[in-house]
């Protein structure tokens, strides 16, 4: 199946007579006749379920809708996205280890990685992701476990290299994780450029309505975990915390990874989407890629109104040909990159404050990608304990606004947007 088929048809499958809907499986438990039927399950040599932390019909069938968009072998839905972050890591990752990260990600998952998992012992370096070769090679230890980049950065729009950071992971025995919230799998598939493993918050555009919070974790299924046994004991060696299971060995390079993070982390840790959560996002999912042409369309359109506007100072978009990343958008995004922009005003914070207030269509919210077109400068909300030379230090311009494009009207928002500037 194409992707757009996929969208509709995938993960889910009715039987004859069964609901064509995805059926909520709103239960924590599940009842068995025998409790040799449930040993089975808790030894995994059976499959069903048996207690929602760990497993749900519904959960599962979008999960595998996920891994099938983006040509992964298995997949596993979580509560939020900085869940499925911090679990993608953390699966392979303990004390005393070591992971090399794009340096453009998400002020969210920086965060995480930088103070909380540091907390937990596990050490990061970040590095530009337009680095040298050489500085990204010297950037790995002897106990680095993972790579970790965004396929398109957020808010600065970066266009991760995969292919580039795939080999250097690669040469280094660890694998490659891509988060690929902004793009997608209808417009990126990193799998396809060498990255192992996928994460996404689908609390953006997979859900596409501002309805549910979630995450999700995708396995390729590729990474040979026994070739660097050594680096990988948790999934290499047996777990004495689930039976004596060797999750490479019982479950080979599709599965042992997912699986681990289930029996394992997600066992401890319990980050799930309620059942009803995950069926909210299976009707996002379904229109995902009719929404995600018209988000790219829109914001095209838009980020050429505003590149040729006078009170603009600066636009970055990667479908811009003037913009630096265009050409590297073009290869791993050839149908389109994403529907957020990121500019400056000229009159820097003041212009930029007296521009958002009137704005009609463009809702000021903390959130971006979905149906909604949103708009935020996080020099007045999200970074407005920084000074301006504080906010430049760290990337995020005083005059700096982040627009996420809806699936509105492209000329209703360039009027929008026209209306505002009017006041500057």
């Known amino acids: 199946m194409r992707q757009d088929t996929k969208c509709v048809q995938g993960g889910y499958v009715p039987k004859n007579g069964e609901s064509r809907l995805l059926p909520i499986v709103q239960s924590t438990t599940f009842k068995y006749d025998t409790s040799e039927e449930m040993g089975k399950l808790f030894d995994l040599k059976a499959e069903g379920y048996f207690y929602t932390r760990l497993q749900n019909p519904t959960n599962d069938n979008v999960a595998m809708k996920i891994a099938q968009l983006e040509g992964g072998s298995a997949a596993m839905l979580t509560s939020s996205g900085q869940a499925a972050s911090f679990f993608s890591v953390f699966n392979i990752a303990s004390a005393g280890d070591h992971v090399v990260a794009s340096s453009a990600i998400y002020g969210g998952t920086f965060?995480?990685?930088?103070?909380?998992?540091?907390?937990?012992?596990?050490?990061?370096?970040?590095?530009?992701?337009?680095?040298?070769?050489?500085?990204?090679?010297?950037?790995?230890?002897?106990?680095?476990?993972?790579?970790?980049?965004?396929?398109?950065?957020?808010?600065?729009?970066?266009?991760?290299?995969?292919?580039?950071?795939?080999?250097?992971?690669?040469?280094?025995?660890?694998?490659?994780?891509?988060?690929?919230?902004?793009?997608?799998?209808?417009?990126?598939?990193?799998?396809?450029?060498?990255?192992?493993?996928?994460?996404?918050?689908?609390?953006k555009y997979m859900d596409g309505h501002d309805a549910t919070v979630g995450g999700c974790v995708v396995d390729s299924g590729k990474f040979d975990?026994?070739?660097?046994?050594?680096?990988?004991?948790?999934?290499?060696?047996?777990?004495?915390?689930?039976?004596?299971?060797?999750?490479?060995?019982?479950?080979?390079?599709?599965?042992?990874?997912?699986?681990?993070?289930?029996?394992?982390?997600?066992?401890?840790?319990?980050?799930?989407?309620?059942?009803?959560?995950?069926?909210?996002?299976?009707?996002?999912?379904?229109?995902?890629s009719v929404?995600?042409?018209?988000?790219?369309?829109?914001?095209?359109?838009?980020?050429?109104?505003?590149?040729?506007?006078?009170?603009?100072?600066?636009?970055?978009?990667?479908?811009?040909?003037?913009?630096?990343y265009y050409e590297r958008a073009k290869k791993y995004m050839p149908n389109g990159t994403c529907g957020v922009?990121?500019?400056?005003?000229?009159?820097?914070?003041?212009?930029?404050?007296?521009?958002?207030?009137?704005?009609?269509?463009?809702?000021?919210?903390?959130?971006?990608?979905?149906?909604?077109?949103?708009?935020?400068?996080?020099?007045?909300?999200?970074?407005?304990?920084?000074?301006?030379?504080?906010?430049?230090?760290?990337?995020?311009?005083p005059e700096m606004i982040r627009f996420s494009c809806g699936i509105e009207d492209a000329d209703d928002i360039i009027g929008d947007i026209k209306g505002a500037l009017e006041y500057i």
Request: charged fraction near 25%; aromatic fraction near 8%; include cysteine.
């Open 111 to 203: 965060n995480l990685f930088n103070v909380t998992m540091r907390k937990m012992g596990i050490d990061f370096t970040f590095v530009d992701p337009d680095c040298s070769d050489e500085e990204l090679d010297k950037a790995f230890k002897p106990n680095t476990k993972a790579v970790f980049g965004e396929t398109i950065s957020n808010p600065a729009l970066i266009v991760f290299d995969i292919e580039r950071f795939a080999k250097a992971a690669h040469e280094h025995g660890v694998p490659l994780i891509v988060d690929n919230t902004f793009a997608t799998p209808i417009n990126c598939r990193p799998f396809e450029f060498g990255a192992d493993i996928v994460t996404h918050s689908t609390t």
């Open 225 to 288: 975990w026994m070739a660097h046994k050594d680096k990988f004991p948790g999934l290499c060696e047996p777990d004495e915390s689930y039976h004596g299971i060797t999750y490479a060995t019982q479950f080979g390079n599709e599965k042992a990874y997912i699986t681990k993070m289930v029996a394992q982390v997600m066992r401890d840790l319990g980050s799930i989407p309620s059942p009803m959560n995950s069926y909210i996002l299976n009707l996002g999912l379904e229109s995902l």
């Open 291 to 324: 929404r995600m042409k018209r988000h790219c369309e829109n914001a095209q359109k838009v980020a050429e109104f505003l590149e040729k506007n006078d009170k603009v100072a600066w636009v970055t978009y990667p479908g811009l040909k003037s913009d630096k």
């Open 341 to 397: 922009i990121s500019f400056g005003l000229k009159g820097g914070r003041k212009a930029a404050e007296e521009f958002m207030k009137h704005l009609k269509i463009a809702m000021i919210a903390t959130h971006v990608a979905d149906a909604h077109t949103c708009v935020l400068h996080p020099a007045s909300s999200t970074h407005r304990q920084l000074t301006d030379d504080e906010l430049r230090a760290c990337g995020v311009l």
